[in-house]
């Protein structure tokens, strides 16, 4: 079964910086559209960031746009996050999410495209 491991949280002042990263296994397409999606405590889950590493393409929530890089490292496996200039609001436990044989197009934010979950690792950013 496809398995989506995050790691890489942790806590830092605002301004500070965190890198996410998400090893994914047992995936079908290698070119699958993969997200980040966070969800702070009483909130609802939102997308954060996308990418279809078969294409190239990349896509940012407009709270995060300029502030968070996505990538990915193909011969890994691995999805990353950069999160720079992080602020209180960037608080969340962030998700990896694979769509396992759909490629990015709209609605990347859409939690019901992704078939596949990590578990989540929590990001705590203090003033």
């Known amino acids: 079964a496809v398995q989506l491991v995050e790691s890489g949280g942790g806590s830092v002042q605002a301004g500070g910086s965190l890198r996410l990263s998400c090893l994914a296994s047992?995936?079908?397409?290698?070119?699958?559209?993969m997200g980040w999606f966070r969800q702070a405590p009483g909130k609802q889950r939102e997308g954060v960031a996308a990418?279809?590493?078969?294409?190239?393409?990349?896509y940012y929530a407009d709270s995060v746009k300029g502030r968070f890089t996505v990538s990915q490292d193909n011969a890994k496996n691995t999805l990353y996050l950069l999160m720079n200039s992080l602020k209180p609001e960037d608080t969340a436990m962030y998700y990896c999410?694979?769509?396992?044989?759909?490629?990015?197009?709209?609605?990347?934010?859409?939690?019901?495209?992704?078939?596949?979950w990590g578990q989540g690792t929590q990001v705590t950013v203090s003033s």
């Open positions: 047992g995936m079908t397409d290698s070119s699958s559209c």
């Open positions: 990418v279809w590493p078969g294409g190239g393409s990349s």
């Open positions: 999410a694979a769509a396992g044989t759909w490629r990015c197009s709209i609605g990347v934010f859409n939690s019901d495209r992704y078939a596949y």
